[in-house]
């Protein structure tokens, strides 16, 4: 039995082929699409939407499919309609308020068959803009601040968005400290963005401080295709989004508030909320299609037509107060915890991987974290963590060839005692792999899987 956040929500049915639009625009993670060809399809069917869109009930077509590759499990095909589409780009227009009156461009940094870069292309549709494609998205070069920096000199609005994964503005700031040539462009090109959106994987504390000293409107964005993109930003939710959470059984351990355990805080009005994430709005996918069993797992109807979206995600919803308001009006900010595959149990106690990545990127010489469970005979799970440093962190003679094995070792054995401290002893690592960067998927995140088969091997090996 599923708890859901209203009585009587039903599982949805899902969508079928015969419901795609005739022009519907359909990406596969594992196949490269053509931004061109995206481009004029969504000119016609948003079009097509914003001439009729009083008109259109719920049988609207799809218009936008995004597919998994199915390298790890059955492939998703979520169905997303103009509508839903629509919904997410005028969320994100509402909640930035800086150059109101200029039109929204997008300058596309991410592939086309990821759901942050078909959304770069629905958005400038929506918003009546022709986007900014850099050459990294259509040629075989790689995203660097060059490409950037070229790519932004085309931009004419003085409101204007990019959609990054963190990995992105990491090279972006590095390479903006270690090039004085190059940095102050780079700051500059930064700064003229209306928002930064950075999603596809967590960004560290250290990359959002970094960011807010240069002064830039970065939010990191909550979010996935079956909600057309974030629709949290930087743990606000998004207007015309809802958000609720249900406790379940087999959740991490609730992260320190404030220095405080989440039940040793005080009382609050609107207390303390942690449970499976459950989203709401007109934004919502309408399931998989042709998949009637995962769709009924993730998808629901209450009886009036509102529809919620169940996610693999644990969160932790806690009222802040609104500016310039009193104390009793607060509103909430979501904290994602982790997902439900990521809780780990080791020796038979239960540790979220997300926090273990949490507190190796709180260190200054780590720029990002991954961290995965390996199955072992003594511990059932074994914690493992891969992580990347930041360019001051190596040594001055291994800066070519990483660090010395002494090093190596010695942060090692700092970053697991950090973890002990921290969380406890079990969710120290017991294999700490310092790589030089993570292999990345064809959308520009980490590759979780080839970064699981290295730490595999290191573990065997040590």
Same mark, same amino acid.
């Given at each position: 039995m599923i708890n859901t956040p209203v009585p009587g929500l039903a599982p949805s049915p899902a969508p079928q082929e015969a419901a795609l639009h005739p022009q519907a625009v359909q990406v596969r993670a594992d196949q490269p699409a053509d931004p061109h060809a995206m481009l004029s399809a969504f000119e016609q069917l948003l079009g097509d939407y914003a001439a009729g869109a009083e008109n259109i009930g719920v049988t609207e077509p799809i218009a936008l499919v995004v597919g998994t590759s199915g390298s790890t499990g059955t492939p998703k095909r979520t169905a997303l309609t103009a509508r839903a589409l629509a919904a997410s780009a005028a969320a994100t227009e509402n909640f930035f308020e800086a150059n109101a009156n200029a039109a929204s461009q997008w300058l596309m940094a991410l592939p086309a068959h990821y759901i942050a870069g078909a959304q770069v292309l629905a958005r400038s549709v929506l918003a009546g803009t022709s986007p900014v494609i850099a050459r990294s998205v259509t040629e075989p070069v790689h995203f660097t601040p060059e490409v950037f920096l070229q790519a932004v000199e085309q931009m004419s609005s003085a409101r204007r968005f990019i959609?990054?994964?963190?990995?992105?503005?990491?090279?972006?700031?590095?390479?903006?400290?270690?090039? &004085?040539?190059?940095?102050?462009?780079? =700051? $500059?090109?930064?700064?003229?963005?209306?928002? %930064?959106?950075?999603? !596809? #994987?967590?960004?560290?504390?250290?990359?959002?401080?970094a960011a807010s000293a240069l002064g830039l409107n970065t939010v990191t964005t909550y979010g996935s295709a079956e909600t057309a993109g974030g629709c949290v930003y930087s743990g606000s939710v998004l207007p015309g989004v809802r958000v609720e959470l249900m406790p379940e059984e087999?959740?991490?351990?609730?992260?320190?508030?404030?220095?405080? &355990?989440?039940?040793?805080?005080?009382? =609050? $009005?609107?207390?303390?909320?942690?449970?499976? %994430?459950?989203?709401? !709005? #007109?934004?919502?996918?309408n399931g998989y299609i042709g998949d009637a069993a995962r769709t009924a797992e993730h998808f629901f109807t209450a009886a009036d037509g509102t529809r919620w979206y169940r996610t693999d995600d644990y969160g932790l919803l806690t009222p802040v107060a609104a500016p310039d308001s009193n104390e009793n009006c607060s509103e909430p900010h979501l904290q994602v915890l982790g997902r439900s595959d990521d809780v780990l149990i080791s020796g038979g106690v239960k540790i979220s991987a997300r926090a273990v990545a949490t507190v190796l990127e709180e260190h200054p010489a780590v720029r990002e974290a991954c961290v995965v469970g390996l199955p072992d005979a003594r511990w059932g799970t074994a914690i493992a963590a891969a992580v990347t440093l930041v360019p001051s962190a190596l040594a001055p003679s291994a800066a070519g060839n990483g660090m010395s094995s002494a090093l190596n070792?010695?942060?090692?054995?700092?970053?697991?005692?950090?973890?002990?401290?921290?969380?406890?002893?079990?969710?120290?690592?017991?294999?700490?792999?310092?790589?030089?960067?993570?292999?990345?998927?064809?959308?520009?995140?980490?590759?979780?899987?080839?970064?699981?088969?290295?730490?595999?091997?290191?573990?065997?090996?040590?």
């Amino acid at each position: 039995m599923i708890n859901t956040p209203v009585p009587g929500l039903a599982p949805s049915p899902a969508p079928q082929e015969a419901a795609l639009h005739p022009q519907a625009v359909q990406v596969r993670a594992d196949q490269p699409a053509d931004p061109h060809a995206m481009l004029s399809a969504f000119e016609q069917l948003l079009g097509d939407y914003a001439a009729g869109a009083e008109n259109i009930g719920v049988t609207e077509p799809i218009a936008l499919v995004v597919g998994t590759s199915g390298s790890t499990g059955t492939p998703k095909r979520t169905a997303l309609t103009a509508r839903a589409l629509a919904a997410s780009a005028a969320a994100t227009e509402n909640f930035f308020e800086a150059n109101a009156n200029a039109a929204s461009q997008w300058l596309m940094a991410l592939p086309a068959h990821y759901i942050a870069g078909a959304q770069v292309l629905a958005r400038s549709v929506l918003a009546g803009t022709s986007p900014v494609i850099a050459r990294s998205v259509t040629e075989p070069v790689h995203f660097t601040p060059e490409v950037f920096l070229q790519a932004v000199e085309q931009m004419s609005s003085a409101r204007r968005f990019i959609s990054l994964v963190p990995t992105q503005l990491h090279k972006l700031l590095e390479s903006a400290d270690t090039d &004085p040539r190059l940095g102050a462009e780079i =700051h $500059e090109a930064l700064g003229s963005f209306t928002g %930064i959106l950075l999603g !596809g #994987a967590p960004a560290s504390a250290d990359l959002l401080a970094a960011a807010s000293a240069l002064g830039l409107n970065t939010v990191t964005t909550y979010g996935s295709a079956e909600t057309a993109g974030g629709c949290v930003y930087s743990g606000s939710v998004l207007p015309g989004v809802r958000v609720e959470l249900m406790p379940e059984e087999g959740m991490p351990a609730v992260p320190n508030i404030g220095g405080k &355990p989440a039940h040793e805080e005080p009382a =609050h $009005e609107d207390p303390v909320q942690v449970g499976r %994430i459950w989203i709401s !709005g #007109a934004h919502l996918a309408n399931g998989y299609i042709g998949d009637a069993a995962r769709t009924a797992e993730h998808f629901f109807t209450a009886a009036d037509g509102t529809r919620w979206y169940r996610t693999d995600d644990y969160g932790l919803l806690t009222p802040v107060a609104a500016p310039d308001s009193n104390e009793n009006c607060s509103e909430p900010h979501l904290q994602v915890l982790g997902r439900s595959d990521d809780v780990l149990i080791s020796g038979g106690v239960k540790i979220s991987a997300r926090a273990v990545a949490t507190v190796l990127e709180e260190h200054p010489a780590v720029r990002e974290a991954c961290v995965v469970g390996l199955p072992d005979a003594r511990w059932g799970t074994a914690i493992a963590a891969a992580v990347t440093l930041v360019p001051s962190a190596l040594a001055p003679s291994a800066a070519g060839n990483g660090m010395s094995s002494a090093l190596n070792e010695e942060l090692s054995a700092l970053l697991r005692a950090r973890c002990a401290e921290k969380l406890g002893a079990p969710a120290a690592p017991k294999q700490l792999s310092i790589l030089p960067d993570f292999p990345l998927t064809s959308t520009g995140k980490p590759d979780r899987a080839e970064i699981y088969s290295i730490l595999d091997r290191d573990y065997r090996q040590g």
